[in-house]
């Protein structure tokens, strides 16, 4: 049987590996250096969103205002 398939969903994080614990440690480092605080709760409102999007939920919580070009360096510090 020779069958073509027209498309394949495929579902890694939070299926077939959990990448949640290393995105908390490594956003928890961030906010470290930045002096912002961090902690589950705010973490929970991280899933499901983009880096970006995490990155502008976290400094919500900054007492500095971060330029752009600022904000995607954190966001590449961040997956180091």
Excluded at 19 to 30: R, V
Excluded at 31 to 57: C, D, T, Y
């Amino acid at each position: 049987m020779n069958r073509r398939y027209q498309a394949v969903i495929f579902d890694l994080d939070g299926v077939i590996v959990s990448t949640d614990h290393y995105h908390f440690q490594a956003w928890s480092e961030l906010a470290r250096q930045e002096g912002i605080a961090f902690n589950e709760q705010i973490n929970h409102r991280l899933r499901g969103v983009s880096r970006m999007e995490s990155l502008e939920i976290i400094l919500e919580k900054a007492s500095k205002r971060y330029t752009p070009v600022e904000k995607l360096e954190l966001a590449e510090r961040k997956n180091e």
